[in-house]
């Protein structure tokens, strides 16, 4: 069973960092590509970023390039994001998720392509 665990959400003031983690377990993941994906009250979850595990290939929201960055420990099985810069409308819950394979950038920026999911950590930027 894929159990995925995030970490390291809170208040944090504008132009400030927070760095979330996601331990992952169940599986061996060198074949698996690993999400961030976020949702604010009343919209839609988005893609923020994602990695591949084997290959750490990674891929970035337009919103979120050059301030976050996506980050993978093979020892520890865990996933990171860094983020800095933060904005106010970076506020939202934060999940990580994970599906077998890779594929085209399009194709994992889709949150349906994704069958696990943590349970979320909620960052709140204030202005």
């Known amino acids: 069973q894929v159990q995925l665990v995030e970490s390291g959400g809170g208040l944090v003031q504008a132009g400030g960092s927070l760095r979330l983690s996601c331990a992952a377990s169940?599986?061996?993941?060198?074949?698996?590509?690993m999400g961030w994906f976020r949702q604010s009250p009343g919209k839609e979850r988005e893609f923020v970023a994602s990695?591949?595990?084997?290959?750490?290939?990674?891929d970035y929201a337009d919103s979120v390039k050059g301030r976050f960055t996506i980050s993978r420990d093979n020892a520890e099985n865990t996933v990171y994001l860094q983020m800095n810069s933060l904005k106010p409308d970076d506020t939202a819950v934060y999940y990580c998720a994970t599906r077998s394979g890779s594929g085209s950038p399009w194709y994992q920026r889709q949150p349906s392509n994704y069958p696990y999911w943590g349970q979320g950590t909620q960052v709140t930027v204030s202005s």
């Open positions: 990695i591949t595990w084997s290959s750490g290939n990674t």
């Open positions: 169940g599986r061996t993941f060198s074949s698996y590509t």
